[in-house]
């Protein structure tokens, strides 16, 4: 059998996932682009600017519906997943995440703020125009990465609890949760919480990641009820960061956000009991509650996880991200797909995070168009 023929066999295999990683970053859009353009706005105001239900449609501007810097980070943090990995299998330099992420995210960095422009620009994402324009960056992102400086859970570049880590974390879970079968899950958690903790430093900063990184992977890969995963999930969080002082508060809200799925009470309501978003075990909470809440009706859940006071963008993206790797691109409505920005990036950037790296440097196989992403990244 010829080395093309065994690559293809090794992609068909890999590709029975790619529903699932697909409706994880499309799910993670939508739900980014529903709530950007409520993103500072108070539940009451939103009501009456969209009506008692508040937002339920994309609001287009120029035809596009809009993603914020929740999913530009999203996909930076693939890029550098799958920068690492193929420099790791061509040249045996690449590393965990915690080597290659930073500097895809200092190249988007370069996106917002063109007057810092890193020594190598290692990402193809920086050529395309759209992932050029700001977009309400997080404060906490912008000074940590102008800082030169990596933080880590270890040395913490900071005390910042917010949501920016949990956010962009979500390709850990599927790049690690597809085919890595020697990583146990204590290492996708780590890892989740190791990518936050770049610019986080604050343990809810970066805890949440790590347990959303977890859940990703076990709802895109194992094939388990969402409750079951959650569950599963927060337990063995807990086995990693049960000893840290700040996590009684977080399991506690953890533990409401699932218990509130039962009531009868209104979104709102439950949603208020759990914070507005603006901090990673929030996020977090907000974006696990309405995932339960409607597990087999993707849009109910992103409607309900931007309709409140607060980050409805990232509590919307966290949310799309959850659903969309459990229910796959057949579980979301054709019409959060149409006129979503990027769609088409996002959808490249699936493909590769399904695909990874199928060359090594003692094969003679070739991909061009992977060599041109994630080795020469031409400028």
């Known amino acids: 059998m010829g080395r093309e023929r065994i690559i293809q066999n090794l992609l068909d295999g890999r590709r029975k996932h790619l529903s699932k ?27 009456q600017a969209f009506g008692p239900q508040g937002i339920r449609e994309y609001e287009l501007e120029n035809g596009k519906a809009l993603i914020s810097d929740d999913t530009q980070m999203t996909l930076f943090t693939a890029d550098g997943l799958l920068y690492g ?22 190249d988007w960095l370069y996106t917002q703020d063109k007057n810092y422009k890193p020594e190598k620009i290692i990402s193809w994402l920086v050529n395309i125009p ?29 005390h910042s609890c917010g949501c920016g880590g949990v956010m962009r974390v979500a390709p850990v879970g599927l790049f690690y949760g597809q085919y890595y079968d020697s990583l146990t899950d204590e290492n996708i958690i780590r890892y989740g919480a190791e990518t936050a903790a770049v610019t ?13 990184a977890l ?11 969402l409750p079951k995963i959650v569950s599963e999930s927060l337990d063995e969080t807990k086995s990693v960061f049960g000893g840290n002082e700040y996590w009684n508060g977080f399991e506690n809200l953890m533990q409401m956000a699932v218990e509130l799925t039962g009531n009868d009470d209104d979104d709102g309501m439950n949603i208020a009991k759990l914070g507005e978003g603006w901090v990673g075990h929030e996020t977090l909470a907000v974006a696990v509650y309405c995932a339960l809440r ?20 990232s509590t919307g993206a966290v949310c799309g991200n959850i659903l969309g790797a459990y229910l796959g691109m057949e579980g979301i409505e054709s019409k959060w797909k149409q006129n979503l920005e990027l769609y088409d990036t996002i ?16 094969g003679d196989y070739e991909d061009p168009d992977w060599l041109r992403k994630y080795v020469t990244c031409d400028r």
């Not at 087999?296 to 963008?313: E, K, L, P, Q």
């Not at 950037?349 to 090594?360: E, G, T, V, Y």
Request: glycine content about 14%.
């Open 21 to 47: 990683i697909q409706g994880c970053l499309i799910g993670g859009a939508a739900g980014d682009a529903l709530g950007y353009v409520i993103e500072f706005m108070h539940y009451r105001d939103i009501r």
């Open 85 to 106: 990995e193929t420099q790791m299998m061509l040249s045996g330099t690449g590393g965990g995440p915690h080597t290659c992420v930073p500097l895809a995210y200092r």
């Open 130 to 158: 759209e992932l050029n324009n700001y977009r309400a960056p997080g404060r906490t992102c912008l000074s940590a990465l102008k800082s030169g400086k990596i933080g880590t859970m270890e040395n913490p570049i900071n």
């Open 200 to 212: 986080h430093g604050h343990p809810w900063g970066y805890i949440s990641a790590g347990l959303l």
């Open 215 to 225: 859940i990703i992977k076990k709802a895109a890969f194992s094939g388990e009820k």
């Open 294 to 313: 409607y597990e087999h009706d993707f849009s109910r859940a992103i409607i309900a996880a931007v309709n409140h006071d607060g980050d409805s963008d």
């Open 347 to 362: 959808m490249e950037i699936a493909s590769d995070l399904c695909d990874h790296c199928h060359m090594d440097g003692s």
